[in-house]
Structure formats: structure tokens, C-alpha cells
């Protein structure tokens, strides 16, 4: 199965796409739309996609073009935690490093630790954590370390110095896979979670209490809401809308019912996949 | 005054932060945490930071730097509309362009005019659309184009090859000003808005109905809501927790009322802020 990810190698995407399929071949995109293009005209079979909380990449750039230019169904997540490394070249024995290079938000994460350990480094931005690290391979010369994850120390055989360096101890990326279709895609299943659904929800009107009546018809049901997010419409249709996703499997029953009561609101609903979850375990890196 | 802002020069942070102050110091940061954290050691007076929908920036890491780490009152918002032009240097008068360069996301945004006009054109990212217009002045000799904005031709006298070749009309990004207090802080009055309040409200455990239970507080009170995002707690105190835009200043009653009825349910509640909201006018740049 070919899979598509948001690249470049050595990226949190790619840790995400390995940690759901076990075999493949796993190909690199620049962009978001463009993986996501490469599933349309069938290049690849699947994406993988950051959808929250991403480091590189953008949470709105996914969903915005999911929803208005190419609406591909979501098969699978997978929530990947976030752990930064300061990887240097496998021989560098010094302690002195003069410059980190990452992606701005990787060196943002590690505010705490570059102020305690290492206050007078210079620091170079990359596009990715990946790039950074194929950076440090090839300079075995300069007394650098890239910030960046555990895929990419092995990819690019670095070093980690100093493991864990990121302040939040309990921060993860969302990622998503998006398919034409899931029959032929398996999942390795130790980390299966859930099953999740993902609404989106358009309301008619931009009115006091309108999210509250479309709230109603999840909370009588006793449907449990595990994100809602609100997003400006972009195509006219209305003055915003809401992404909701719902803990449990896509059935007969309480979905379809609260999709009819919301349509009986006046609301649009477009049920955007109903899928497994799963989760990667934490301190793989604790080495 | 001095005025921090995400930097470097010539991005949609600067426009924004140019947009809200008639006059000033703006003094460009490397990062979020370390422009939030120049206000807290009275560097500057404000800082502005991009919180929804950004190209350079995440909104997660404004939320989380604010919320954990360096808790600054929210005193204004800005919303800036994303509008990408093709900058060349003034003396170029070719046709061809061999290389595109910009942050990746201003890239992703513009994928439509991309395949359109300069399908074979090379890209080559860099950290922010600022950079990219400054990497295009100081090559002349090269076939070369930034997708940037306004400002950024501006600062670095470069020529609007096309103009307004995002992929889609409406989209905007927000911004705040972060101040620890907001007495002495003028803005430009003609694009003001609207008041807005922004609350974040922590429900007490991961049950169905809770967010419903804490929306009634605002519905029965007519109070409209422009934004509702849930975001993972990250310090043990409750699953998640809602950041909350009600239109609307403080005032004596209603927010008040809103406030102790949701603790009364279990709920913690924290007024982040509440501050005039600015629009910045679109199509500016239609030349």
C-alpha cells in the first residue's frame, strides 16, 4: 500500500503514519494539499495528516482544505505525543553547542530547556524537525544539535544528548488518515483507543444560543463531545461552523437521530468519517 | 511605546500590529513565548501575537503559552485578511520564474494559482513570508518570486507581480495584544468592531452534557458567542477545558452571572480578557 504523509522525512507525520501501518511504502509530500491531492487521483491509497496541535504543518490548512476543495473521507487517527530531542552527530564529544537549528514552533516548545541549558546557543530555523536533523548529519564539522524526534535520530543516525527537553509534559499532535475508501486499510492494533465520529455542523444563523440547541441534541442522547471547534465559513454559507467529534462508532440509531433533530434546526450536517483512534505510547525515547 | 510582535519583518504579525498603532516602536520577536515574555520583564509595553488561523505562528502555541506559562490580560484583537501577492524585484521584467519561495503554509495557500501560472516552478520554503520577500531582494540576479504580503513589498521595495493569489477570498487571521495592564494603550479608531470577552472554562470531568450545561449560562442570557474551542488540559486539572468569545465587554450582570453559575456547577473560570476588537480593511493591496 502506498502511503502519503506531510514530509519531509523525519517528520512527526511520518512517526504517526509508521505508528499506525506496519508495512508500506511510506512517500513524502511538501504540502498538506498536496498529499491530500495525491489520495484524489490515486497516486497514493492513504494520507496522513496533521489535524491538531500540529508541529509542523497547520490544523486549519488541513481541515480547511478537507472541507472546501477536496472532501475525502476520514478512516483513522492516530494521537502522537510530543517529544523533542537535542540530537547531535553520533562522534561529537564537546559540550559546547554553538547553534540549534529546528522548526520555530519545535524551538518555541523548548523555551525552558534552551533558556536553562543552553542561554547563549544561537539559533537557525529550519522548515521541519526533519530538516533540521538532515542538517546536523551533514555538518558533522559544526558544534550544532537539531531539536527534533526519535524518527528522525534514527533516520539520520544521530545522537540524542539530552532526551524529553520539551516544557509540556502531556502535549500531543492529532493526525488523521484520509482514504477514498477504508476496505484493504488495517491498522496495527496494540494502540486502538476508540472509535470516534466527526461532524460538521453548519448553523443557519449567526444567533444567541444556536450551538446551544445543536448541543442539546448530542447531550439528551448522552453522546460524549470530545473536541468542538469553531471555524469561519469561507464559501457563503453561512457566518461559521462547527467541527464536532463524537466518541463512539458511526450507528443506526443515536447518530442518525441526532443528525435528523440538527437538520430539523435548519443546520447543514455532513458526517465527515467515522473511524478508529489510536494512540502512541509515550517515553519510547527515555533511553 | 514600544511594541513587540512576532517577527521578522514584512509578516501578516507586523501588518497587524502596524494596523492597531498609529505610531511606536515595533520591535520584531523570534518566537511567541520569548515576545510574551518581553511584556513581563517590561521590554515592551504590548506584545502581538497571532491567535487564530496564522501563517507564521500557531495559535496552540499563543493558547498554551498564555494559559500555563506567562498569564498577560488580553486588552485588543485585530483580524488582518490573508492577502498573498506574487512579489518580484522591481526590475525584473521577465516572464519566467524558476524558484517560488515562502513560509509552507503561504505556499499551500496559493496551491490553486500555483498549478495555474508556475506549474513547473521549484519552491524552496523559508521561515516566514518576511523572509521570503528579503531573500528575493538580495538575489536580483535569480529568476526568483516570494508569496508575501503588502507590508513585506513595502520593506523590502519589491513589485506585485500578481496580487491576491490565495486560494480562497475570505480567509483572515486574529491577533491580540497582550499588556499587563491596558491604561496608556491607544488604538487606531477606524476599524474598530465590536467588544469582545474571552473566558476559559475548565469542566470538572469528561462527562456527556457538561459543555451543554455551561452554553445554557450564556443562551438564557442571549449572549452571543463568536468562538468556542476545546483545547487538552495540560496540567492534571480536568480533561480539557474551552477557550470561550462572548461579544460583548464586561459588565456588571450578565458576564458576572454567566461566571458564578458555571462555578456553581463545578467549573473553573478564567476572564482572560475583554477589549475592543479591530478589522483591518480588505483588498488594500489591489493595485
Redesign the interface.
Known amino acids: 500500500m502506498k502511503i502519503g504523509f506531510l514530509g519531509p522525512k523525519g517528520t512527526f507525520t511520518e512517526m504517526a503514519a509508521r505508528g499506525l501501518f506496519e508495512t508500506g511504502d511510506f512517500i513524502p509530500f511538501?504540502?498538506?494539499?498536496?498529499c491530500m491531492d495525491a489520495v484524489a487521483t490515486e497516486e497514493v491509497q492513504v494520507a496522513v495528516v496533521p489535524v491538531e496541535?500540529?508541529i509542523?504543518?497547520?490544523?486549519?490548512?488541513t481541515l480547511?482544505?478537507l472541507i472546501?476543495?477536496q472532501r475525502l473521507p476520514i478512516i483513522g487517527g492516530i494521537t502522537v505525543p510530543i517529544e523533542q530531542h537535542l540530537l547531535v552527530n553520533p562522534d561529537y564529544q564537546g559540550e559546547k553547542i554553538d547553534k540549534i537549528v529546528s522548526h520555530?514552533?519545535a524551538?518555541?516548545?523548548c523555551?525552558e530547556f534552551l533558556q536553562a541549558y543552553y542561554p547563549n546557543a544561537e539559533?537557525e530555523?529550519m522548515?521541519s524537525t526533519g530538516a533540521a536533523a538532515e542538517y546536523v548529519k551533514n555538518h558533522p564539522d559544526l558544534a550544532i544539535a537539531a531539536i527534533a524526534n526519535e524518527t528522525a535520530a534514527q533516520e539520520y543516525q544521530l545522537k540524542m544528548a539530552h532526551t524529553n527537553i520539551h516544557?509540556?509534559?502531556?502535549?500531543?499532535t492529532s493526525f488523521v488518515v484520509l482514504s477514498k475508501e477504508s476496505v484493504g486499510v488495517s491498522y496495527k492494533g496494540s494502540a486502538y483507543t476508540e472509535d470516534k465520529t466527526t461532524l460538521m455542523v453548519t448553523l443557519p444563523s449567526?444567533?444567541?444560543?444556536a450551538?446551544?440547541q445543536v448541543?442539546?441534541a448530542?447531550?439528551?442522547r448522552?453522546?460524549?463531545?470530545?473536541?468542538?471547534?469553531?471555524r469561519?465559513?469561507?464559501t457563503?454559507l453561512g457566518n461559521y461552523f462547527?467541527i464536532i467529534d463524537v466518541e463512539g462508532a458511526m450507528d443506526d440509531v443515536l447518530i442518525p437521530g441526532v443528525v435528523s433533530e440538527i437538520e430539523a434546526l435548519g443546520c447543514g450536517v455532513d458526517i465527515l468519517g467515522s473511524y478508529p483512534c489510536y494512540t502512541m505510547a509515550r517515553n519510547k525515547a527515555n533511553v
Not at 509542523?56 to 490548512?61: D, K, L, Q, R, Y
Not at 516544557?167 to 500531543?172: A, L, M, R
Not at 448522552?222 to 469553531?230: A, G, P
Open positions: 511538501r504540502t498538506i494539499p498536496s496541535n500540529a509542523e504543518g497547520s490544523v486549519n490548512m480547511d482544505y472546501h476543495k520555530p514552533h524551538i518555541a516548545q523555551h539559533w530555523y522548515n516544557d509540556f509534559e502531556n502535549n500531543g449567526d444567533y444567541s444560543g450551538l446551544h448541543l442539546s448530542f447531550a439528551w448522552k453522546l460524549n463531545l470530545t473536541k468542538i471547534e469553531s469561519p465559513t469561507k457563503g462547527f
